[in-house]
């Protein structure tokens, strides 16, 4: 089974990011909806991942500064590589804008999935959103 990504605005992409990052975050991790959605979707270059049929299966995004978030796979689709595929994909869109550095803050649990890329934790842990997440940064020159 192959995945595509579409990478595209959150206007052309909300329909597909949404109910993943709603299942994710806020079923699955009890994050509160107004926590979920912020004002930088609109900003954001949003990537998902998609199945052969067209149905969203993970979802990610890059901010103008460069930050990654908003990470998300469905649980049944987790250990298949599409968060791999997700996180590459808004890397390179990094580079094509002509960052210098793509930085992250990392759920505490799944740092590991970000230094295998790459990756470097850097400064103390801290809690958002009532879970334990660890800044990291990747140098892109």
């Known amino acids: 089974m192959g995945h595509q990504i579409k990478v595209n605005s959150w206007g052309r992409l909300a329909a597909l990011a949404r109910p993943v990052r709603q299942q994710v975050f806020c079923i699955e991790q009890s994050i509160p909806l107004e926590l979920e959605w912020d004002e930088m979707d609109a900003v954001c270059q949003h990537a998902v991942a998609l199945d052969d049929h067209g149905h969203a ?13 908003r990470m998300a796979v469905l649980a ?7 968060g791999s595929l997700i996180l590459e994909t808004l890397i390179v869109h990094a ?3 002509g960052l210098s550095e793509v930085v992250l803050h990392a759920q505490s649990a799944v740092t590991g999935f970000y230094e295998t890329h790459g990756f470097i934790a850097e400064g103390p842990e801290f809690m958002e959103a009532g879970i334990a997440h660890q800044t990291m940064r990747r140098r892109l020159v």
């Not at 299966?57 to 978030?69: N, S, V």
């Not at 049944?76 to 599409?82: A, D, H, P, V």
């Open 57 to 69: 299966l993970g979802t990610g995004r890059l901010l103008p500064d460069g930050h990654i978030g």
């Open 76 to 82: 049944e689709y987790r250990g298949q590589g599409i």
């Open 95 to 97: 580079r094509q804008r």
